[in-house]
């Protein structure tokens, strides 16, 4: 479209004045005529169709230099407007190639931010697992010295255990040895009776006397023996309540060695949550190192193009 209101009746207007004072309508004398506005190449399409419709008929012929000047102005415009519109094709061109290349600028930016974002997400991440790592070890490594505590416990238990036994078998062959020779003492005062009682009736009474002395004896073997066996009582009841206290202690040190494996499964698992994290944060390096050397080959291509067209406007001057 015409720029300043240029149209193909001004135009026509215009070059027929300038036929009717003999003057050549060229781009110029038009362009001037209509008071140095319009673009060249608009008034030079009406003028090629204005010619075409209505061809100038010169007031007299003009003479062979004449001719070949206004040839060589026609020639010159038409070079200098084929210029400007290669120029602008080409700065049309540019402008739109560095539009595109902006606009991949501005996403690999916007994708390289969003890179570094999620690098120190996981950067974050890490610092949390292996914050969480140290201190899940230093939990094991308590709950491994307790139970190592537990374990000699259970041990110096199970000992004094074994002791009491000893003692309670020692008792019980104190208590059985008694009781033989308590049996075999009645048997032989039966004998010893019967026999006194056989050969001697007139020492019946030193035997009634011998008799309440063994009862005497007997009695006091008896007490002894009460004695004894509330000692094994009270003996049983330290081994029920060592027992008691060995089945709680084993109870405590199964429930700690489940608690040491789950722990155990835990670090591993956060190991290996750790591993997959660093491969993540290397893969997410190399990613960056590549969008980087995008980007700047990018930025390299745009300088090419920038300086490729100050080079096209040198050599080409602006009208």
């Known amino acids: 479209m015409a720029r300043g209101g240029i149209n193909k009746a001004v135009v026509q207007k215009a070059r027929q004045a300038l036929l009717a004072r003999g003057v050549h309508p060229s781009i110029d004398a038009v362009r001037i005529e209509l008071g140095n506005t319009g673009s060249k190449t608009t008034i030079h399409r009406y003028l090629k169709e204005l010619d075409n419709q ?80 140290a201190t899940t070890r230093s939990t094991l490594q ?11 416990a259970v041990g110096e238990l199970n000992l004094r255990l074994a002791d009491k036994d000893e003692q309670i078998a020692s008792l019980e062959d104190k208590h059985q040895h008694a009781r033989n020779a308590l049996e075999h003492y009645r048997s032989a005062s039966r004998e010893q009776r019967e026999q006194e009682q056989r050969r001697h009736e ?51 040190s199964e429930r700690r060695q489940a608690q040491i494996h789950g722990l155990e499964v835990n670090l591993a698992q956060l190991n290996g949550a750790r591993d997959e994290m660093e491969k993540q944060n290397q893969n ?20 090419k193009l920038e300086a490729q067209l100050r080079q096209a406007e040198k050599v080409i001057p602006p009208v």
């Open 142 to 152: 308590a709950e491994q010295t307790r139970n190592a505590t537990l374990n000699q």
């Open 202 to 252: 007139g020492q019946v009474q030193q035997l009634q006397v011998d008799v309440r002395q063994l009862q005497q004896t007997l009695i006091v073997k008896q007490d002894e023996l009460t004695r004894l066996n509330r000692d094994n009582e009270g003996l049983l009841v330290q081994i029920r309540t060592l027992k008691d206290a060995q089945r709680t202690l084993k109870t405590q």
């Open 284 to 303: 997410l390096a190399l990613s960056l190192a590549e969008r980087v050397t995008e980007l700047r080959q990018q930025l390299q291509l745009i300088g």
């Open 54 to 133: 209505f061809p100038a008929s010169p007031v007299s012929a003009p003479d062979i230099s004449d001719a070949l000047a206004t040839l060589v102005e026609q020639l010159a415009e038409q070079l200098k407007e084929e210029g400007r519109a290669r120029i602008e094709e080409a700065r049309s061109a540019f402008e739109a190639e560095r539009q595109t290349l902006l606009a991949q600028v501005q996403i690999s930016q916007q994708a390289l931010q969003a890179l570094q974002q999620q690098y120190e997400i996981q950067g974050a991440a890490l610092a949390g697992e292996s914050a969480e790592l």
